[in-house]
């Protein structure tokens, strides 16, 4: 009985904490619009206080560790850095060209594109279901990015995809260096944005609000990180997927109320495709999930 209490108490605390995560995730959109800064300079300061947290924390990780130092990437995880560096500059440079919602939406196809690299680079096979919600989630993109033809928008969707791209590489990339730190690797990756944006912009040069915009960014990315990365240890992946998913309205919540942004109906509609296509794949997950533990 208490092995069974146990148990259901590290799962309740593992979905608390995916789901802190997803609210935590869900506010860049809201902070890289409200920062007037350019691009470089939020992913330099995101980069730095980001890198700093994270690190923090893998030491915090291994504090009893006596063997070899845990602070170590070798070129596998530099290659994981290098990858996620520039999926974040996309991710950031698309929330300062459209809407939230897209770049949300976008996003939330990621583990469909990286199901399709994986059966490209790899050979592994796909499930119908996943093909079936991956063509769905396609059709969806297209919509809203179909409607950017013409406006501004349209590149900063582009750009959004892209991001998805590199996220979607990034995350086969983390199967395949099986063994890799990930979270020093992301660590990693903040801070090559840190050094890097030195060459592109004057982080310095920032209002007394974009500082401290600047500051609760990096603060949000971290936490967010972090929390995500212990929440995952305690529940199962399918859990922690469909748990996910709610980071899509909230972020679209998030920059209706913070933003009083609204995206144009065929926003919405094609929204409202990925999202279900999402939603359907990930409970089919979590169903498969409970039937094999049972």
Known sequence: MLVGETETNKQLIGIFLVLASTVAFSLSGVLTKAIESDTWTVACWRGLFGAILIAAYVRWQHRNDTGSPPLRLGWRGWLLAGVGSLASL?????????????????????????AFLEW????????????????????????????????????????????????????????????????????????????????????????????????????????AVILWTEGTKLITAAESGLLGSAEVPLAIFMAWIFLAEVPPLTSFIGGILVLCAVLWHAIRDHRRARSGLQ
Not at 90 to 114: D, E, H, Q
Not at 139 to 154: D, E, H, K, T, W
Not at 186 to 209: H, K, M
């Open 120 to 223: 490209v680079l790899l050979r592994q096979k796909v499930r119908r279901s996943t093909m079936i919600a991956a063509t769905i989630s396609v059709a969806g993109v297209l919509v809203m990015v179909g409607a950017g033809v013409g406006s501004i928008n349209l590149i900063g969707d582009l750009v959004a995809v892209l991001m998805m791209l590199g996220n979607a590489l990034y995350m086969v990339l983390i199967r395949v260096f099986s063994k890799t730190p990930v979270v020093l690797a992301g660590a990693a990756s903040a801070f090559q944005l840190f050094v890097i944006g030195w060459f592109f912009t004057d982080p310095l040069n920032v209002s007394l609000f974009d500082g401290i915009l600047l500051t609760l960014f990096g603060l949000s990315f971290a936490i």
């Open 90 to 114: 996309a991710f950031i440079a698309a929330f300062k060209m459209t809407y939230v919602a897209n770049v949300a939406v976008i996003y939330a196809t990621v583990p469909f594109a990286a």
